[in-house]
DNA sequence: GCCGTTTTCGGCCCGACTGTTTTCAGTCG
């Protein structure tokens, strides 16, 4: 069993004991192990065999042992009796707005509710309201949710969470009375799917700016209005697609505004350690103030926080508890690579396969970029859906190539692949042909559903071939729509260590394929990571900045990014690693 | 269920808002 699969096990434990009216303390103990597992650096199956289970914080006796059985035997008793004591339909109850695990189990107990359209029916005919703790609202509001449930709770990606809350914001700033305000929450952290939108501004006077938010074109349904925090469901036409996500406005004095901006951008995870930090001071850190009853630390800004707990800035990409406040302590923080770092991509796509533009287009929309160089790497022959190129199409594109950068001034294009890699792990050239590109993107196309032990042979075996460079897409993820396919990234990553080859980030927002957690492990490997927008356009030459996000919360720095490099210093290392086994 | 310079018990982050209450429990982030 893979962490996730194992992250899913635990958390499902968490909620099922919750519907069961368990300690909140034990429940969020299954919750939190759950979430360590998932971001354990590492092969989880050798800490299991090694017995160090048992080391990792948040995990005691009880979970090891509950993890060991799940990794050795891929099943757990406990699991499937509380699955069997419990209606599935409850879980699902629980995405209801204003429903939370107490509220369910009384439904259940009171009126036998175990299913969506069993409480739809207990609503309509009343009875919901005239149960204990339940009220006319209440039920109306379960309706509500019940109507609305397939537009809200869903995560949405941040490429569409970006715009929208971009567009409240920018008419937010423009009320008056605004002093400061910023999204916060996981969009200001960059995660890659945003679950709602969370949005502060300082102010003297939070109620004028209250009634204007909720009056926004955007906003479809006040979900909830306060002295000085609303909530409202908001809407916005992005690329075509209508999005739908709940939008939270906080208002506070401006001198708490940077408590209010560390409080809201989180993560909850990260939070809770610094507010632990801020006790084992003799102080309490909340949303307001970093304070105790005799004194207030004042701080004009986050970095003023951090430096009164002994910390320096922490990027909000890194703020996941996952190790940055240790490395604060050390100053050992990275430099975290920016937007303006990169030089150049290497996946990109032209009319040659599948890509709506020439050569010499998606080469100056580059040099209208800033970058020095552009890296095509259509598909190779086995694609077909994918229009892939026939041994003869490379050479007549490799002619173009030629003409082009003899004309061309100011960038250069760079002669690559993007290499199916076969069901036996063979590549879909000859290696004559390979011997002609100056760089081959390596990537499954096909066969999605191999076990994973032979989906990872295959990539692994390409890796071990001298003409690959780099990696793409490792998983083949569409978020939010399909899985990767079943891979062992612990050994890819091992594997491109060994070989000395690249893994991509693909940056379009639909993959963001290798995820951060996984960067970060090919960092401590010494596996270079490239940018790579994988455009199928000029204008999705813009999306490298959803992938130096990712880099950012994988604790890249500039000197970890192959595409930061300069043209001569990338050409020289191409040539160096075409000779190199 | 985890954890420990209060280590085998007793804490575990904490405030806003809502709805149902008449002082507070539940939900949410």
Redesign the pocket.
Known sequence: MSKDEVADALDEIGTLLELKGE?A??T???H??ARVVQQLPGDLKQLVADGKL?A?????????L?ITTLVTTGKLP?LEDLRASIPAGMVEL?R???????????LHDLLGIDSIEKLKAACESGQV?KQ??????????ILEGIRFRDQVGHRVRIDYALPLGTALLEQIRGFPGVIRSELC?SLRRRKETV??L?ILVSSADAQPIMDRFVKLPEVLQV?????????VLAALHVHGTKVTM?A?L?VVEDDQFPFALHY?T?S?EH??RM??RA?DRGL?L???ALANDSRSVPCKTEEDIFAALGLPYIEPELREDTGEIEAGEVKKLPALVADRDIRGVFHNHTTYSDGVASLEDMALACKKLGWEYFGVADHSQSLTIARGLPPGAVRKQWAEIDRLNAQLSGVRIIKGSEVDILEDGSLDYSDELLAGFDYVVASVHSLFNMPEADMTARVCKALSHPAVTMLGHATGRLLLKREGYKINLDEVIKTAATFGKMIEINAQPSRLDLDWKYVKQARAMGVPIVINPDAHSPWELGLYTFGVQVARRGWLTKDDVFNTRGLDDVMKELARRKGVK
Do not use: C
């Open positions: 300690n303390f034990r969020n103990a299954y939190n192990a048992g990792v914080r948040g995990i005691g006796e009880a979970l090891s509950k406990y629980l209801l707005p204003g429903l939370g695990p107490k509220k369910v189990k009384a309201a204990k703790g339940f009220g006319a609202k209440t039920q109306d509001k929450g679950a709602d969370d979900l909830g209005q306060g002295p000085t925090k609303s909530s709940q939270d906080r809201f989180g909850k939070n809770i507010r632990q006790i309490t909340n949303e307001y």
